[in-house]
């Protein structure tokens, strides 16, 4: 189902058209093109079961057959309501991620809907048009919406009769209800399941079935041919499962639909994992027995009032994170762990507050991660999606989520909370689910814990030395449990250290909220012992920023980015002697303008190739869309004596000073094979592992079919596919810096 343009009722239409198949009892599937979480949901409400999203640029061209044929299984009839125009495309190239390359790839028939209450020949020349227009792509035939009277209906079916094009049906003004909730909802009268919703469902599915052509409409789906290549199947993506017991993850949602697209809680439960819902809105406590948090980028910004009034959540979800336990966060999550959204407080697991600004940032992303965390290796790069009017301050903490492109670096690491305001589909990236359940599975990180950090192999891998990495101790310090709070640091019989044995109720205050705490940029003191052995009052210095312990990017007991005490923990540090990625030259800083772009194969590391799409790979150029590639290499240690720089810092030239480290006088060049006290000497060559499991290359990028690409570089990013979200006077944004030009967009 597609139109000309947005604002046509093809939304209205396909939820009505699913409505009127499932209340004939014929088993339906509904799907949305591109990243929209809204339009998915009350297509998936009026089919019955889960709707899914089919965007090429997210998740990889390569996929979107497979995961289409994953998500109809069972069904008999599909409707796959299209983005904006057929032939529009949210970053200028259709031919990529348009809704006429998804109908291509599926090789399924278009129904073109039009919106003709001021149309009447002149409808010829348009459909003709866009039929005419690609030759991949078939147009079945036409939908009539707002007509005027029986007179204009008659002009416009001998229109089309003049070209050959069949009418399947025609809806007057009036017929099609204004019935859908306003956009502000987003998905939360779906995931609550509201009268209002079902109501809406109801009524346009009424309208539907009494204006078109079912019997055609089926003999119209039912010519298409049988999708090509085998199915996407989430046990196959995940992998095996190298855990016996299966860690609790709770999934942020409602019992009608998660805040995620439906694939995350799939992989995850392929990766190991038992899922649970936990509504931000509703509930006052994590669900017993939580080891892991996703709050996916579907949770809607206009429920800031709500979000703060849930302080038991808050408080639970902040302690949680303090505990150690893995978070991650998207989109509007951001704001919500931080302190305060609109002025009304938030979780405060992250010393950032956030305000609803009156333009729309909108568009695709190509991230990188530039340190380890729990979602990813650093290096590693995924296709995401910013929809959002929330501006945060600061920007990033100082250990930044991703950087990009023409953006500064965005988001917040600490500990194993990973938040951003960038979206991502799963499906293009499996490992993800994987790093998580390994990191639920392992317990909570941060100062004081024995387990190894997210994605790190507990014992040396093959190959590569048992001496731990800069900053991180060869065990726990003295007189620190390593079992979730509240319990023993032994674990019951059979049960790995940390484990929650089933049925124990997760650890979670039951007061309305949480003791004032110290807070920092990426997230709040612990009440730990002093770092680097000194009161939090003393100033520190890292490299590239003077910062208090309380307002570093660190927590309490742990060192500030730069210095080489325990806990500090350089994420990706490599061997001496290795180049950060995207540069060419040693002593550049991880966060220069060509990083998020060129590669440069260091010492001792592998380099050339692009990565494939989706996969760990150790290509050095751009990764193809929706996939997880490192680039050529770790941010870390570059050349003997380099300090890793923080994100506000300079680069440092070999054999710089580092500047006041506590543990060298200021002045004091570092020499290679130097001790870093109090840790162990690093020696050349010594490499922190990147991720959980090797490196391997997935595949390449498959070229899309239908019309191919016209030689022109990408356009800007465009509103979301008609998302309707109020723009203001500046209109929506393509970055995150500067306003871009006017678009249309719609409810």
Request: with cysteine.
């Amino acid at each position: 189902m597609s139109a000309p343009s947005s604002g046509h009722g093809k939304t209205a239409i396909a939820v009505g058209l699913l409505a009127a198949l499932s209340g004939r009892g014929i088993p339906t599937a509904g799907f949305k093109v591109g990243p929209d979480h809204t339009d998915a949901a009350y297509l998936g409400l009026a089919a019955g079961r889960p709707g899914r999203n089919l965007d090429p640029r997210l998740v990889g061209a390569q996929r979107v057959a497979p995961l289409f044929a994953h998500g109809a299984s069972g069904a008999q009839v599909t409707v796959i309501e299209g983005a904006m125009g057929l032939f529009d495309s949210l970053t200028g190239q259709p031919e990529v991620d348009g809704t006429a390359s998804v109908a291509a790839a599926l090789r399924a028939p278009v129904v073109l809907v039009v919106d003709v209450a001021a149309m009447g020949h002149s409808l010829a020349a348009l459909v003709h048009g866009f039929r005419m227009f690609d030759e991949m792509v078939h147009l079945g035939g036409v939908i009539l919406n707002r007509v005027a009277s029986e007179r204009h209906e008659q002009m416009l079916r001998s229109a089309m009769d003049d070209i050959g094009m069949p009418v399947l049906g025609a809806l007057h003004r009036g017929d099609l209800p204004n019935v859908l909730p306003a956009r502000s909802h987003g998905l939360v009268p779906v995931a609550h399941r509201t009268v209002e919703a079902g109501r809406a469902v109801r009524r346009l599915g009424e309208a539907v079935a009494g204006a078109l052509d079912m019997e055609r409409l089926m003999a119209l789906a039912a010519s298409a041919p049988p999708i090509p290549g085998p199915l996407w199947t989430p046990a196959e993506a995940a992998g095996d499962v190298p855990f016996d017991q299966r860690p609790l993850i709770a999934l942020a949602g409602g019992q009608g639909a998660p805040y995620t697209y439906v694939e995350t809680a799939e992989l995850l439960t392929a990766a190991g994992a038992d899922v649970a819902v936990v509504d931000p809105l509703r509930d006052e406590a994590l669900p017993p027995g939580t080891r892991g948090l996703v709050v996916g980028a579907g949770l809607p910004e206009g429920y800031a009032e709500e979000l703060s009034a849930n302080r038991r959540l808050c408080a639970a979800v902040a302690q949680f994170a303090r505990d150690g336990w893995p978070v991650v966060a998207e989109g509007v999550a951001l704001p919500w762990l931080g302190r305060e959204l609109d002025g009304r407080p938030m979780c405060g697991v992250l010393d950032a507050t956030a305000t609803t600004g009156e333009q729309t940032v909108a568009g695709y992303r190509e991230a990188t991660a530039p340190g380890m965390s729990v979602l990813a290796p650093a290096g590693a790069r995924i296709t995401g999606y910013k929809q959002h009017r929330a501006v945060v301050t600061p920007r990033s903490g100082a250990n930044p989520a991703w950087t990009w492109s023409g953006g500064n670096p965005e988001g917040f690491v600490w500990r194993q909370v990973h938040a951003s305001q960038l979206g991502l589909h799963w499906a293009a990236a499996p490992e993800i689910a994987r790093r998580l359940v390994a990191a639920a599975h392992a317990g909570p990180q941060g100062p004081g814990s024995s387990h190894p950090a997210a994605g790190m192999p507990s014992a040396p891998t093959q190959g590569m030395p048992s001496v731990p990495p800069p900053g991180m101790p060869s065990g726990p310090p003295q007189g620190v449990p390593s079992g979730p709070q509240g319990m023993p640091a032994g674990s019951p019989s059979g049960m790995p250290p940390g484990m929650v044995p089933a049925g124990h109720p997760a650890m979670v205050p039951a007061g309305a909220g949480l003791p004032p705490v110290q807070g920092s940029p990426s997230g709040p003191g612990t009440g730990g012992p002093p770092a680097q052995g000194v009161p939090d009052t003393v100033v520190l210095t890292t490299s590239g920023q003077v910062s208090s312990s309380a307002a570093s990017g660190m927590p309490h007991g742990m060192n500030h980015p730069g210095h080489n005490g325990p806990g500090s923990g350089l994420p990706g540090a490599d061997a001496y002697g290795q180049d950060f990625p995207g540069h060419d030259a040693p002593g550049q800083g991880a966060f220069g303008p060509d990083f998020p772009e060129r590669g440069a194969s260091g010492p001792g590391q592998s380099g050339g190739g692009q990565s494939g799409p989706g996969g760990f790979g150790p290509g050095s150029g751009q990764s193809g869309p929706g996939g997880f590639g490192p680039g050529s290499g770790l941010p870390g240690h570059g050349v003997p004596g380099q300090g890793m720089p923080t994100n506000s810092g300079p680069a440092m030239s070999p054999g710089q000073a580092m500047p006041l480290n506590p543990a060298m006088s200021p002045g004091q060049p570092m020499s290679p094979g130097q001790p870093m006290s109090p840790g162990q000497p690093m020696s050349p060559g010594q490499a922190m592992p990147p991720s959980a499991g090797p490196i391997v290359l997935q595949g390449q990028v498959l070229p899309p079919l239908g019309r191919q690409g016209n030689g022109r570089p990408p356009g800007p990013d465009m509103p979301g596919p008609d998302h309707g979200m109020p723009t203001g006077p500046g209109g929506p944004t393509h970055s995150d810096d500067h306003p871009a030009p006017d678009f249309p967009v719609h409810s």
